[in-house]
T-cell receptor, first 109, second 115 residues
Framework: SQQGEEDPQALSIQEGENATMNCSYK?????LQWYRQNSGRGLVHLIL?????REKHSGRLRVTLDTSKKSSSLLITASRAADTASYFC?????????FGKGTRLHILP | GAVVSQHPSRVICKSGTSVKIECRSL??????MFWYRQFPKKSLMLMAT?????????EQGVEKDKFLINHASLTLSTLTVTSAHPEDSSFYIC???????????FGPGTRLTVL
C-alpha cells in the first residue's frame, strides 16, 4: 500500500450513525493529520496527532494513532448530512508531507 | 495514476526577491488547483483556489498582492511570492483534481527558504 493510504475508498452511512475511516502508512512520521474536502473546495484541516500521542478528540471527531501498526483511524460520531465530504490523511515525514487518496463519505438522510 | 508536479522542489532566495513556483498536472486537465502552505510542525493551510481563466479565490488573511496566482492553462498554475521575506519561508504544496473526477492529487511540495 502507498504511504498514507485510506480505507475504505468510499463509505455510505445513515445520518446519526458513526463513520470510521482508516489510514495506513509505511515509514516513520513526525505527525499525522486528517483533512476534509467538500466537493470542489480546498482541504480543511481537521486534526493533527503527533507521533507520541495515541488518541485525540475534537468535537465529534476522534483520532487514534498506532505507530506500531503504522495506522490511524478517524471516527466521526453522530454523523450529519453536512459531514458528506472526502477525508484525507496526511503523514508528515519532516521534509515532506504525503497525502492519501482519500475516503469519500456520503451521509444518507 | 494522475501526477502533479511542482517546480522547483527547493528554493533559497534573498529577502526582497520574488520567487515563482509552478504546479503542473502532467496527464490530466484541471480547471481548479489549490495552493497550501505549511509552517514547520504545523498543519497545511489553504491559501487560495486557483481557477483557470479567472482570478484566484484567496482565503481570509492571505495577501493576494503578495502571493500572486496565475492559472494560465488547464495544466499549469503558478504561485509567485513577491518581495519575499524570511517569514515567507515555508513549504508550499499544490493539489489538483481532474475535471472528470473527484479524486485529489497533490504535488510533492516546494520548500522555500528566504534568507
Amino acid at each position: 500500500s502507498q504511504q498514507g493510504e485510506e480505507d475504505p475508498q468510499a463509505l455510505s452511512i445513515q445520518e446519526g450513525e458513526n463513520a470510521t475511516m482508516n489510514c495506513s502508512y509505511k515509514t516513520s512520521i513526525n505527525n499525522l493529520q486528517w483533512y476534509r474536502q467538500n466537493s470542489g473546495r480546498g482541504l480543511v484541516h481537521l486534526i493533527l496527532i503527533r507521533s507520541n500521542e495515541r488518541e485525540k478528540h475534537s468535537g465529534r471527531l476522534r483520532v487514534t494513532l498506532d505507530t506500531s501498526k503504522k495506522s490511524s483511524s478517524l471516527l466521526i460520531t453522530a454523523s450529519r448530512a453536512a459531514d458528506t465530504a472526502s477525508y484525507f490523511c496526511a503523514t508528515d515525514l519532516g521534509d515532506k508531507i504525503i497525502f492519501g487518496k482519500g475516503t469519500r463519505l456520503h451521509i444518507l438522510p | 495514476g494522475a501526477v502533479v508536479s511542482q517546480h522547483p522542489s527547493r528554493v533559497i532566495c534573498k529577502s526582497g526577491t520574488s520567487v515563482k513556483i509552478e504546479c503542473r498536472s502532467l496527464d490530466f486537465q484541471a480547471t481548479t488547483m489549490f495552493w497550501y502552505r505549511q509552517f514547520p510542525k504545523k498543519s497545511l493551510m489553504l491559501m487560495a483556489t486557483s481557477n483557470e481563466g479567472s482570478k484566484a479565490t484567496y482565503e481570509q488573511g492571505v495577501e493576494k498582492d503578495k502571493f500572486l496566482i496565475n492559472h494560465a492553462s488547464l495544466t499549469l498554475s503558478t504561485l509567485t511570492v513577491t518581495s519575499a521575506h524570511p517569514e515567507d519561508s515555508s513549504f508550499y504544496i499544490c493539489s489538483a483534481s481532474p475535471d472528470f473526477g473527484n479524486e485529489q492529487f497533490f504535488g510533492p511540495g516546494t520548500r522555500l527558504t528566504v534568507l
